[in-house]
């Protein structure tokens, strides 16, 4: 049964990936046509594709013009997994599965003179704010702020909720490949907010990383704020572009 909160594109998307990582669909497998899974669920062509696109997007199938979508990896793909650590995570010492997901909460246009100004735009333009928790076995494990440079659509982030990585969005929706970050770490205490994102106490001790995320020509197009909890993640880096 689905929560309430949840849309019809997010209960095709978690059915069909429960599939996918359950191995009821192996890999080199096809996923059910489009106009079978709008029997299977009920619903209308739009959010079968939306489903279908965003489990693309996150490297599980690959869809083929004339033949279908057909499983391609177990694992979510994406330069996220080398820069947070979440591939040493996700994988573990003996290849167990371990199930790894993301929701945005919120996506929004701001002013922010200091981050506007970290991104060289003009102080007075509007930058993306993208607010996003990732769960790591449906325990919410990092909360993330994401301010983004204004070139990139708010739409790209509008359309993809339930998107692992924002690396992916960039790169597979707004054609930026991100070729360098520089990081800022420090220990702090979870306030009213994070701590309620992120199921824990208040003043529990988290990290907060900071990272700007760079493209080929040195230009800043992602200013990442996130905060981790260390009780059951632990930071791994292995940068690797």
């Known amino acids: 049964m689905a929560k309430q909160s949840e849309s019809i ?20 497998d096809y996923l059910p046509s489009e106009s079978e899974l709008e029997k299977i669920f009920k619903a209308s062509r739009t959010p ?10 996150d490297g599980y199938i690959i869809r083929i013009k004339g033949k279908g979508s057909v499983v391609e990896s177990k694992y979510p793909t994406g330069r ?10 996700y994988i573990g010492n003996h ?10 909460i919120k996506v929004s246009k ?5 981050l506007a100004a970290e991104l060289n735009v003009f102080l007075n333009n509007e ?4 607010e996003r928790v990732r769960y790591f076995n449906d325990n919410p494990i990092i909360y993330l702020q994401h301010y983004i440079h204004p070139e990139v659509p708010i739409e790209f982030f509008d359309d993809n909720l339930f998107s692992i990585s924002i690396g992916d969005i960039l790169k597979n929706k707004a054609g930026v490949d991100i070729k360098k970050a520089t990081e800022q ?15 824990v106490e208040e003043s529990t001790p988290l990290l907060k990383i900071k990272r700007i995320s760079y493209t080929e020509q040195d230009k800043p197009i992602d200013i990442n704020i996130y905060y981790v909890r260390t009780d059951s993640w632990k930071y791994f880096v292995n940068y690797n572009f």
């Open 95 to 104: 290849g167990d599965e371990k199930r790894i997901k993301a929701e945005t």
């Open 185 to 199: 770490i420090e220990a702090v205490l979870a306030d009213k907010i994070i701590s309620s994102y992120l199921n």
């Open 110 to 114: 701001i002013y922010n003179e200091e």
């Open 127 to 130: 930058i993306t704010y993208v």
């Open 9 to 28: 594109y997010q209960v095709i998307y978690n059915n069909l990936l429960d599939q996918i990582l359950n191995e009821s669909y192996r890999i080199g």
């Open 80 to 89: 996220w997994t080398l820069m947070t650590g979440f591939q040493h995570n």
């Open 48 to 57: 079968i594709r939306k489903a279908l696109n965003q489990l693309e997007t």
